[in-house]
């Protein structure tokens, strides 16, 4: 090709000089990065252990501690690419290329410890007041009791003991001698009877002629005939608590109603009193003289008027105006009037359309002076309405006692409180072993 003929004008001139210039450069630069990245990979390989044998026994030799003793040797000359380093001292063996020190890899930073989780506490609750236990119910003392029941015990229980002291063996002309003082004692036939039976079979023959050991039985039939299944009243179970008192005139039912309220407001309870004996004229006066003295409230109506239209109005009343308890009282009738006792049956199916479930207890009142008489009303009012409990009242004026053993045995009710005296403490609530421990200790002692 002849150049000669080519003619090119400046600018193209200019053009072509800096296409060349510019293809220059750049190989030059291409040679370079090449170089310096051929330079990097065999550092990497070194260092991987990955270069010749005399390289890296080199590195082994470097890496190796050095002995304390021995001083720090000066660095030897680097070798250059394609130029041997210079001889050693004659007798020196010829010394490798030396390499750069590899840099150690960086140490691996320390995993942080695992922060446990943070428990935030609840607050601590502000201290409570520890509860003040209630106190438990004291039982009465005997000797608390037996005041009240020294006629009864001057009677059949005297007589018991008449027939066992000074005697170190008994006959068995002795049991029917038992036999006439429990008949006489107001016990009834039926519950005398049935004691003399358990003493013949259950006693041996010598425990027949041992006092001691026919005493001991009595004491524990006692206590067994009086302790029925009753369990304690809730005057809290329902509100109002209606307790519905049923007995014969003159057995003493307002003065009980008088008593319990007495007691229930001592308690810190609200009692209504519903004055249902309209047929006595001094029964409602005598029922709120009670109210008076109690801070309880009364609901009472005319003479005459219809006793259940009255105790419905009370227990109403007292169901509409939150009263923790509420008392009807009824006539007093005898219990020989058959419509008279039928009249109570109307009494208790009011109380149930006054509050739901009322009655929630009834209680009859038994005057302990009428004897065996006792035990017949109380059958009677047992067949006309469903009494949950007994109240005998008057026990510290007779001699009669007994027959609460005979209402016990035949009846199967249990005697919630036992009257014996005036005053409102004298309303106590019936324990069974108390009532025998005090019944029989004086002749213990004897």
């Known amino acids: 090709m002849d150049l000669s003929s080519i003619h090119l ?5 200019y053009e072509l000089i800096g296409v060349v210039g510019g293809l220059g450069v750049t190989g030059t630069l291409g040679v370079l990065f090449v170089r310096r990245a051929r330079a990097a990979r065999r550092r990497q390989i070194e260092e991987a252990g990955e270069g010749p044998p005399a390289l890296a026994e080199e590195r082994a030799a470097r890496q190796a501690p050095e002995p304390e003793a021995e001083q720090e040797r000066p660095a ?25 020190r590899p840099t150690p890899p960086p140490s691996p930073a320390p995993e ?34 037996a005041p009240g029941l020294a006629r009864t015990r001057s009677g059949f229980v005297a007589r018991l003991g008449a ?24 016990i009834g036939v039926r519950t005398s009877q049935s004691l003399l039976e358990e003493i013949r079979t259950s006693l041996s023959r010598s425990e027949l002629k041992d006092p001691d050991a026919v005493w001991a039985f009595l004491r524990r039939r006692s206590t067994e005939m009086l302790s029925l299944p009753a369990p304690e009243i809730d005057f809290g179970a329902a509100k109002p608590f209606v307790l519905l008192i049923i007995g014969v005139n003159g057995s003493g039912k307002t003065t009980t109603i ?35 003295r109690t801070g309880a409230s009364i609901v009472r109506g005319k003479e005459g008027a219809d006793p259940s239209s009255v105790i419905f109005d009370g227990v109403k009343k007292a169901a509409t105006e939150g009263y923790d308890v509420a008392i009807a009282d009824t006539a007093g009738r005898l219990h020989t009037k058959t419509d008279l ?14 509050a739901p479930g009322a009655p929630h207890e009834t209680w009859l009142v ?40 005979g209402i016990a045995d035949q009846l199967k009710i ?26 029989f200790a004086p002749l213990e002692t004897s």
Do not use: C, H
């Open 9 to 13: 004008s400046p600018t193209e001139l």
């Open 163 to 186: 027939i066992f002291s000074g005697r170190k063996q008994l006959d068995p002309s002795i049991v029917d001698e038992i036999e006439k003082v429990l008949l006489t004692a107001d």
């Open 76 to 100: 030897e000359p680097r070798e250059e690419r394609g130029r041997p380093a210079p001889a050693r001292a004659s007798g020196a063996a010829p010394a490798r290329a030396p390499e750069a």
């Open 366 to 405: 038994i005057d302990s002076t009428s004897g065996q008489n006792a035990i017949a009303q109380a059958q009677i009012f047992t067949e006309v309405m469903a009494v949950s409990g007994i109240v005998l009242t008057k026990l510290d004026g007779t001699a009669k006692g007994g027959v609460i053993l």
């Open 341 to 354: 006792m039928q009249e109570l049956q109307k009494v208790r199916r009011v109380l149930g359309k006054a």
């Open 258 to 292: 008088g008593k319990l309220s007495a007691k229930l407001a001592a308690d810190g309870k609200k009692v209504m009193l519903a004055a249902g004996d309209t047929f006595r004229a001094a029964a409602a006066e005598q029922l709120e003289i009670w109210a008076g």
């Open 414 to 439: 249990p005697v919630r409180y036992v009257g014996v005296g005036e005053s409102v403490d004298d309303l106590r609530p019936f324990d069974p072993a108390e009532f025998v421990e005090a019944l």
């Open 112 to 145: 942080p410890e695992p922060r446990s989780a943070q428990v935030i506490p609840f607050p601590a609750p502000a201290p409570q007041p520890e509860p003040v236990p209630a106190p438990a119910p004291k039982r009465r003392e005997a000797s608390a009791l």
